[in-house]
């Protein structure tokens, strides 16, 4: 019986180019491949001697790939791990800046004062349309008004609302 560790480390040795090109083709890497080869020779130390191998060339290249596939998962996994670091790293922050929420809360406050200071019943058409979400129709036939008085009171309103935020 031929020791098995001394035959196939004599075969890798002998076939190392192609066995190169077998794994680069699987991991696309010339790098990985090379410490793939690597990762072959500690493989064949721990194979025992007390099974026969009958074709040991075919064997070696078995070896081969599975280390290959294995190398290849190892790096798509290592990817996606790098690329959701990445991603949680970058994530943009959402929350407004101090200043920015200051000038939304003056320009909220500038809003209600302007909505308080409407006139009736343009006020309460505009509440209940915009802040309500009733229909024209609706607060039409509420009021006993109609559609298009309506309609101008809640475009008045926004004009009005408009101006005093510019102004």
């Known amino acids: 019986?031929?020791?098995?560790?001394a035959v196939l480390t004599d075969l890798i040795s002998a076939e190392r180019p192609k066995l190169l090109n077998v794994i680069q083709r699987i991991v696309g890497n010339p790098e990985t491949a090379e410490d793939?080869?690597?990762?072959?020779?500690e493989k064949i130390r721990r194979i025992e001697n007390a099974?026969?191998?009958v074709n040991p060339r075919a064997f070696l290249y078995r070896l081969?790939?599975?280390l290959a596939i294995d190398c290849a998962r190892q790096a798509r996994r290592r990817e996606e791990v790098q690329g959701d670091i990445h991603d949680l790293l970058w994530i943009e922050d959402d929350t407004p800046s101090p200043e920015r929420a200051l000038c939304a809360r003056h320009e909220l406050e500038a809003i209600?004062?302007?909505v308080a200071a409407l006139p009736e019943p343009m006020r309460t058409v505009f509440i209940l349309n915009r802040f309500h979400g009733v229909p024209q129709k609706e607060i039409a036939a509420y009021m006993g008004r109609s559609i298009a008085l309506v309609s101008r009171h809640i475009c008045r309103a926004l004009d009005i609302?408009?101006?005093s935020r510019s102004g």
């Open 36 to 41: 793939a080869v690597q990762s072959l020779f």
């Open 112 to 114: 209600e004062k302007a």
């Open 1 to 5: 019986m031929q020791d098995n560790i």
């Open 51 to 53: 099974t026969d191998i």
């Open 161 to 163: 609302i408009a101006s």
């Open 64 to 66: 081969a790939s599975n």
